[in-house]
């Protein structure tokens, strides 16, 4: 079992810039593959970032590519998603979660999902 817990969420400015943490516990963190989700009102989880299995390789959905950064520490057992220059269509909740699979952009290839933080953009 892995369990995960999000903080960092909140209410920001369009253009404005919030951290995202994500705290892993259970299973050793280099086991499963990280990545990020969001949901907004009405909409389907949407993949937002995540790791590959190689050499620390990165995704991101066009939505967010240049804006957001998605980093861990082995050391602490957390992923980060940086967003930088948010604009109001990035409010959602925000997920992270850890697969065993290889496609990182499939939600139902996640195997553990954190609680979700809520993110709100103003305009």
């Known amino acids: 079992q892995v369990q995960l817990v999000e903080s960092g969420g909140g209410l920001v400015q369009a253009g404005g810039s919030l951290r995202l943490s994500c705290v892993a516990s259970?299973?050793?963190?280099?086991?499963?593959?990280m990545g990020w989700f969001r949901q907004a009102p009405g909409k389907e989880r949407e993949f937002v970032a995540a790791?590959?299995?190689?050499?620390?390789?990165?995704y991101y959905a066009d939505s967010v590519k240049g804006r957001f950064t998605i980093s861990k520490d082995n050391t602490k057992n957390t992923v980060y998603l940086q967003m930088n220059s948010l604009k109001p269509e990035d409010t959602a909740v925000y997920y992270c979660?850890?697969?065993?699979?290889?496609?990182?952009?499939?939600?139902?290839?996640?195997?553990?999902w954190g609680q979700g933080t809520q993110v709100t953009v103003s305009s």
């Open positions: 979660a850890a697969r065993y699979g290889s496609n990182w952009y499939k939600a139902n290839e996640y195997d553990y």
């Open positions: 259970g299973r050793a963190f280099s086991s499963y593959a």
């Open positions: 790791f590959g299995w190689t050499g620390g390789t990165t």
